[in-house]
Every structure is written in structure tokens, then in C-alpha cells.
């Protein structure tokens, strides 16, 4: 029996990676910056075990359905592969999250799945291979093995494709994101699925590609200057690109809700009382701003005329992967 346990925080992407030119590899169309997060994550063990005929899965305590095993089985089947390694695994994952509002998410889990077989089968796998390993379980989780801001840099190759901090003079925490919950459904397009369809038939994913890079030096640069307002515009600007081309798909859709909308609505009137915040979005309605941690508390008491306490939740920026004791 091989054994290994980890615990990873979920990222929010500023720059957001959206879109694949390679899906078994997950080689990403843009490179990405996220900011690591306190407020979600996801520890998971796993179990290499000569007496298991498949791999299982179980999450927050209840067994998993073998389609629901399906994402994990083909990760550790890659894994078994790349280590010539002929046993199956159990993996049980956890995900603590603030409330029950669907925000579990794949970054977190794949990011602590990648640091448990790496603690289980001993592979001594600096943090750039844990990236590579993470970034083939779901592509947003090679930037969870790090704390705070992160990039990842598209590549070429497997090889070349995988994350890395970046240096901040640890400005991200001075900074914080508040999520404001405006939907609990289960989205209607992952973001798998919406990413595939855009590439292959959004008009508006040519646009995507020529502005990415420019808006990813933007935000290092700002990162570098610690220029809040620099930071805040490029990744409202961005969130609002990459779902513009949603709208030029094939068919065409949108992970917008009228709630979302009064949030960005909200979001703008607090900017032009004065409060600098910026929104984005990811692959579902809610709404995630970016702030200054100092005006935080100021922020939401705005917000509160409109939605509800349980509706916000604050992260601040949080640690990288980190292996935990098996028990
Ligand atoms: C909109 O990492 O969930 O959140 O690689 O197919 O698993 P797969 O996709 P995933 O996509 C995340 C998309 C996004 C933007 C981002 O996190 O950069």
C-alpha cells in the first residue's frame, strides 16, 4: 500500500485561461495569473492498493458513481503510465468550503491529488512537475500549487507548460476577493465543455488570443508596481472578454445570470462613489471582486443593501499545496 495525503487552496484567475490547443494534455490557447485562496480548499488522500480492482472515489464522505470517478480514474491512469505502476487507488476527498453553494472546485482538487500521489509513491516532484502533473487532472489547478499570485505559462509542450509564483513582495495580502453567491445550480456548461465549444466555434476567440498576452503583461506589471487600480482594470476587462466570446459560440451562451449583472451594476456605482473594486467571472454565475483589504468591510456594508449576508463570503490570499501526515 502506498499512502499520501494533501491539502490544496482554490485560485481565482485575474487573467483567465480559457480555451485548450491540446485536451489530453491540457496545453492551454493563453497563459494565465491567478490569486491563490484562504477561504476554499481541498484535502485529499490517496490509497495505491494491490487488493483493488478499480479505482474509487469518495467525496465529502460519500462514494462516488463510476462516471463521477471518471476525470479522477483518467489522472491516475495517466499517473500509473507515466510511473509504471500497476495498482489502483481509493482516493476520499474533502472540500472545505464556507457554505454548501457549490464552490467546490476542480483547481483545489486536482492540485491536492497531484501532491497525495506524489507524497504516496514518492516521486519527489519539485513544484514545477507538481504544476505539470496538476495541470493534467484540470488545467486551473497547476496554479494551486502555489500560494498567493501565480502564472501559467501556456508552453509548448507537456514539458514547458506549467506554473509558477511570482515574485510579489507579498502584496497579495493587502489584497482581498469577495464572493458574492448569486446562484447555487450546478452550471449548465462546465467550463470543459464551454471552453471546447468557443475555440472550435466563436467568432469573437481570434479577439481572445490577440488581447491575452497584452493584458497578462499589464497585470504583472501592476503586480510589479503594486498598482491596485492597474490590477483591477485589466481583470475586469479581461473576466469581460473572455465571456464576450461566449456570445459569438455555436450555439451561443452565456454564464451570466440577471443577478450576476446586478452585481457588476453594484460593483460599478460603489467604483464611482470612490471605492476602487474590480469584478470577474468564472465559468458560473457568481461574481467574484477584487478589493483592498482595508476597504473590505466598507465594501460589503454597500453590498448589503442589495444581497444578503449569507450571499457574500471574503478569501483572502492563501498558502500553496501542502502535504499532510497519513493517518
Ligand atoms: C473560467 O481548469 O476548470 O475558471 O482544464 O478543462 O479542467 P479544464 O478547465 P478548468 O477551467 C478554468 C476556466 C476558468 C478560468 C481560469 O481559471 O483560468
Not at 472545505?96 to 497531484?114: E, R
Amino acid at each position: 500500500m502506498f499512502l499520501g495525503k494533501a491539502r490544496a487552496y482554490t485560485n481565482i484567475a485575474l487573467i483567465k485561461y480559457w480555451g485548450k490547443k491540446d485536451e489530453t494534455c491540457i496545453l492551454p490557447m493563453n497563459s494565465s495569473l491567478s490569486l491563490t485562496l484562504d477561504a476554499f480548499y481541498t484535502e485529499t488522500s490517496v490509497c495505491f492498493d494491490k487488493n483493488l480492482t478499480r479505482d474509487y472515489f469518495s467525496l465529502n464522505g460519500e462514494e462516488q458513481s463510476v462516471q463521477q470517478t471518471a476525470k479522477i480514474a483518467a489522472f491516475l491512469t495517466m499517473i500509473r503510465q507515466q510511473y509504471q505502476l500497476d495498482l489502483f487507488a481509493k482516493v476520499e476527498s474533502t472540500n472545505f468550503v464556507p457554505t454548501a453553494a457549490g464552490l467546490a472546485s476542480s483547481a483545489s482538487g486536482f492540485a491536492a491529488l497531484a501532491g497525495a500521489c506524489n507524497q504516496a509513491l514518492q516521486l519527489g516532484l519539485a513544484d514545477a512537475d507538481l504544476s505539470r502533473l496538476a495541470r493534467r487532472g484540470s488545467g486551473s489547478a497547476c496554479r494551486s500549487i502555489f500560494g498567493g499570485f501565480a502564472e501559467w505559462e501556456k508552453g509548448a509542450d507537456d514539458a514547458s507548460s506549467f506554473a509558477k509564483k511570482i515574485p510579489s513582495d507579498d502584496w497579495e495580502n493587502e489584497l482581498a476577493m469577495l464572493f458574492v453567491l448569486v446562484d447555487d445550480r450546478i452550471k449548465d456548461v462546465s467550463s470543459r465543455d464551454g471552453m471546447k465549444r468557443t475555440v472550435q466555434t466563436s467568432s469573437f476567440y481570434q479577439g481572445w488570443l490577440e488581447t491575452a498576452p497584452a493584458d497578462l503583461q499589464t497585470a504583472k506589471a501592476a503586480i510589479a508596481a503594486k498598482d491596485f487600480k492597474a490590477l483591477g482594470e485589466v481583470t475586469e476587462a479581461n473576466g469581460l472578454r473572455m465571456h464576450g466570446t461566449t456570445l459569438g459560440a455555436v450555439p451561443p451562451f452565456s454564464y451570466w445570470s440577471p443577478e450576476s449583472l446586478k452585481v457588476m451594476t453594484c460593483v460599478r456605482q460603489i467604483r464611482a462613489q470612490g471605492l476602487p473594486c474590480y469584478f470577474t467571472m468564472d465559468a458560473g454565475p457568481n461574481v467574484k471582486i477584487l478589493v483592498e483589504k482595508k476597504n473590505i468591510s466598507q465594501l460589503k456594508a454597500l453590498l448589503l443593501n442589495d444581497f444578503s449576508e449569507n450571499q457574500l463570503i471574503t478569501a483572502n490570499a492563501g498558502p500553496g499545496l501542502s502535504t499532510l501526515p497519513v493517518e
